[in-house]
């Protein structure tokens, strides 16, 4: 079952999520949590992402689900149930970010090249990691949504603007590309 996203000023997007208590879950077969994940993993590739936080499709979970793509850790796939981040390199890369809550919206968004993370995986198993590159930028996306903050907050609102003027010309673009397409059957 696919979730619907939902907008970038809905009050659950932009709310902190808190913990919820995963002894529930740790000596239970839990078929609801699968099916959750699952359906989280089927609307991110839905959608077109590489990673996605239950707060985004309103579910108040302090969880979300990343990579499943081929080119990120050979394909693997995360569950990450009451993500944390323990420990932060100094440098820092600035690269280009988009968010499944904000359409063809994209920014320059500067983050620590690597992290330590700990979280509880789809068995209610702690796992501690270290991640770097690309792994570690979405881990890190995906924990700001659970802190209530979007990637547009990381930029200035000069090169959010402009971001924005680009995304709409591109979409006004691809609307009449679109429209002439319908006009010509």
């Known amino acids: 079952m696919k979730y619907t996203l939902l907008p970038p000023n809905d009050p659950r997007v932009l709310s902190s999520i808190a913990d919820f208590d995963i002894e529930i879950f740790k000596d239970n077969e839990n078929i609801e949590l ?6 989280m993993f089927e609307t991110m590739k839905n959608y077109g992402g590489i990673g996605l936080s239950a707060n985004q499709v309103g579910m ?3 969880m979300f689900v990343m ?6 850790e050979k394909g693997k796939k995360w ?3 009451n993500p944390k981040i323990t420990n932060v ?9 988009g968010c499944l809550t904000f359409p ?3 920014l320059d968004v500067e983050r620590p090249r690597a992290v330590s993370v ?3 995986d789809e068995n209610m198993k702690k796992v501690e990691e270290n991640l770097t590159g690309m792994s570690a930028r979405i881990y890190q ?3 700001d949504h659970m802190q209530g903050i979007v990637f547009t907050e990381k930029t200035s609102k000069f090169k959010l603007q402009f971001a924005m003027k680009k995304r709409d010309n591109v979409v006004k673009k691809v609307r009449r590309q679109w429209q002439q397409i319908a006009n010509q059957k």
């Open 34 to 39: 699968k099916e959750f994940t699952d359906n």
């Open 60 to 62: 108040p979970y302090r």
């Open 67 to 72: 990579g499943d793509h081929p080119n990120i």
């Open 79 to 81: 569950v990450c149930i």
């Open 89 to 97: 390199t100094k440098e820092l890369i600035r690269y280009k970010e």
């Open 104 to 106: 063809y919206l994209f």
């Open 118 to 120: 700990v979280y509880y």
């Open 141 to 143: 996306h995906e924990f």
